[in-house]
């Protein structure tokens, strides 16, 4: 039998706990080496199929381990319009989505034109009429068995297009463990939206769906791939030595076809195979052959591949996108992060608070002094200390890890929150003498003003790994980029940084080191001159930026106060709302915790106003999608997760009021609770997104839609979702 490369992955993550016994010392277990993007790089389209062949033979060969493409197995782990919509003049204001650059479009699972909602969830596209308050549509995607894959759409008059993204080949294990591939990759659906919801076309993927971004009526969608390689077989006994050598062989010898991205657009009853073109493959000046990046390029109101797409020899894992620009950034070395462990945070012991030397202004000497205390809002929230030393009510045992609802922490932040947690398997499968190379991010940006294929500009790297696409902004002419590096040693304590690009030959020319040593980021918000990072290990430090001068920008104020924002939003002049958890001053984080920054002085950052609901969570701590905040009432709100619920309780919307100096809390909105489910991949019940339309709020959850009164909160509609 034969594998792919992969389902290489499988076979590495089914053979983990063999390598915890037997050390996972074998030949080809040392990591590649780093590639180097340092300043500008130029990339080089290939002159034709046989140069490119030669160079990614050559590339991956040098990247194939013994056991698949890389080392450690880990690694192989990551997978207006013509036709314009009704008037919506009578309806009145409605929200959007919550996107990072205004007039730049991201998928999300619901829309809203304000005539109607249109939602895809457990692999059904529906539409709701905003004034009947009835579904007028229902397009099934996916065949039922298939209701857990992931969705997102886009909205652009009468077309959606729906992105199944459920992230790459999916692989099974039978019961002698031999590989059973799944389906193909990513699915890209154009729906009619006329009349009843009609599928228009369809193009279907090798790889892995990165992100997707729209301007206007045109959508930019980023895959990945890697090279589909028919790699040997393991034989009984062989060494990791031979195995290597086997599979370098085979890298040797493989066809062009086997890098080069492949897709299948499905219209009119007809499939036709697509594959991106050599003279449409570009590289960098050093690169790995294992990952290529594919930009597609759709009108939805045209068809697929009426333009052709572009790639790039490079790995890519976040994308950023402006009105004329779209950045495809990746940290090939984000698999050597160590990785969480559940209930591994013992309770604190209690210790006196020491003083801060570096925040002499801003933290009170607990020492004969009286901390400055925020009040509360609303009588839910506690009262909150400017100090290292929370009220003792505010310290729950046990709640970091509460293991009820794991989802409520991201991996990303627990990874770094407990960098000392390495999973043994892990560890046991890398050689001995294996060290990883320095945290990276490679950055490429592509031009997207003219109509057509997106053109190359350049390509860079500066230290350090991204949180997320908020990390990055592109102002005047300049990219920033905020990242965190942890050197690579035993006792190596990581520290943050905002580095400032040229952003059309990405050089950097200036950059601001030194933020939240031992810490990591946790929220970046970059507007117009003005940035804000907050680092967190286990106080928050808030640092406002100036950066008005690109080649010197500059840190010109801190706040510290317990707890972190993990998102950062924009609420009107000098004044910033922070998302995220309340904690300890051990870092034990206590429950969801919504700030009012005063930010009007960069140089003295003030927490106005928080509130805290104990033991809870929110999406929003980790997808900006799911918070809404609405200036024209100053209404803010996001799901809730309580710790303890019942899955079958669901979950709530937290409604919040702010104004320029509080935040208050209106209440709460919940759906109907449900009964226990027992397919394998049961709805979710919990609130997912919130809507602003007219005087209603419109909550969703996969199994829902419910429309409340936005000034009093009163129920209006329950629309289940058959």
């Not at 290990?537 to 924002?565: H, M, W």
Request: aromatic share 6%; hydrophobic share 40%.
């Amino acid at each position: 039998m034969r594998i792919s490369i992969r389902a290489a992955g499988a076979v590495a993550v089914a053979l983990l706990a063999t390598a915890c016994v037997s050390g996972g010392s074998g030949g080809g277990s040392s990591a590649p080496p780093a590639v180097n993007l340092t300043g500008k790089i130029q990339l080089v389209a290939y002159d034709g199929c046989d140069d490119m062949l030669a160079g990614l033979r050559a590339a991956t060969a040098r990247n194939v381990g013994a056991w698949g493409i890389g080392s450690p197995p880990m690694r192989l782990m990551e997978q207006a319009t013509a036709d314009k919509a009704a008037d919506t003049a009578s309806v009145g204001s409605y929200s959007t989505t919550n996107v990072h650059e205004a007039g730049v479009d991201e998928p999300d699972l619901v829309k809203t034109d304000g005539a109607r909602v249109v939602v895809v969830t457990q692999g059904v596209l529906r539409v709701i009429d905003t004034a009947t308050r009835k579904v007028t549509g229902e397009l099934r995607l996916v065949p039922k068995e298939q209701n857990w894959m992931p969705a997102d759409l886009l909205l652009s008059g009468n077309r959606a297009l729906v992105l199944m993204t459920h992230g790459g080949d999916v692989m099974a294990m039978d019961s002698i463990a031999r590989v059973r591939p799944g389906p193909l990759g990513p699915k890209y659906v154009l729906v009619d939206l006329t009349g009843k919801p009609t599928e228009l076309a369809s193009m279907s993927l090798s790889g892995s769906h990165v992100d997707a971004r729209m301007v206007g009526t045109t959508v930019r969608i980023v895959v990945k791939s890697a090279p589909d390689i028919a790699l040997p077989e393991p034989k009984p006994n062989a060494s990791g030595a031979d195995m290597l050598a086997a599979n370098k062989a085979a890298v040797e010898s493989a066809p062009i076809e086997a890098w080069l991205p492949k897709f299948e657009v499905k219209a009119n009853g007809v499939t036709t195979p697509h594959t991106v073109k050599c003279e449409n493959v570009s590289h960098p000046a050093e690169f790995t052959g294992t990952s290529l990046l594919t930009v597609h390029t759709l009108d939805l109101n045209g068809s697929f591949a009426a333009v052709e797409p572009i790639s790039v020899v490079a790995d890519g894992d976040t994308v950023y996108g402006t009105k004329d620009s779209l950045y495809v950034t990746s940290n090939p070395q984000f698999w050597f992060m160590p990785m969480p462990i559940p209930d591994v945070v013992s309770t604190p012991t209690a210790q006196a608070p020491t003083h801060d030397p570096e925040m002499p202004t801003l933290i009170p000497d607990p020492v004969g002094s009286v901390a400055p205390e925020v009040q509360p809002s609303h009588p839910d929230a506690e009262k909150i200390t400017l100090s290292p030393v929370p009220p003792a009510a505010a310290t729950p045992s046990g709640v970091r890890s509460a293991p009820a609802v794991p989802e409520v922490v991201p991996s990303a932040v627990q990874s770094t929150a407990v960098p000392e947690v390495v999973p043994s398997a892990v560890q046991s499968t890398a050689a001995p003498e294996a060290t990883p190379p320095p945290e990276r991010t490679e950055v490429h940006r592509f031009d997207i003003t003219a109509p057509g294929s997106p053109r190359y500009v350049s390509s860079g790297s500066v230290p350090g790994r991204l949180l997320n696409q908020y990390s990055l902004s592109e102002h005047a002419g300049h990219l920033r980029i905020a990242t965190t590096d942890t050197p690579q040693t035993a006792n190596g304590k990581s520290e943050s940084a905002v580095y400032i690009l040229k952003s059309d030959t990405l050089a950097q020319v200036g950059s601001v080191t030194g933020l939240g040593k031992d810490e990591q980021i946790y929220s970046v918000r970059f507007i117009g001159d003005l940035g804000y990072v907050v680092t967190f290990r286990q106080v928050d430090p808030l640092y406002a930026l100036d950066l008005r001068d690109p080649s010197a920008p500059k840190v010109t104020g801190e706040l510290k106060i317990t707890g972190y924002s993990a998102y950062l939003h924009p609420a009107g002049p000098g004044r910033l709302i922070g998302v995220g958890q309340e904690a300890t001053t051990e870092g034990r984080q206590t429950g969801t915790q919504v700030s009012l920054f005063d930010v009007a002085d960069p140089a003295a950052p003030k927490a106005l106003a928080r509130f805290v609901q104990e033991q809870s969570g929110s999406d929003a701590e980790w997808d900006p999608h799911a918070f809404l905040y609405w200036p024209e009432s100053g209404l803010a709100m996001m799901p809730l997760m309580s710790w303890g619920d019942n899955w079958s309780e669901g979950s709530s919307a937290l409604v919040l009021h702010i104004t320029d100096t509080q935040i208050t809390k209106l209440g709460t909105i919940k759906h109907p609770k449900v009964a226990q489910q027992a397919e394998f991949a049961p709805a979710n019940p919990g609130i997912r997104r919130c809507l602003i339309i007219g005087n209603t709020i419109w909550t969703v959850s996969d199994l829902g839609l419910k429309i409340n009164d936005s000034t009093t909160l009163t129920d209006q509609t329950w629309l289940p979702f058959t």
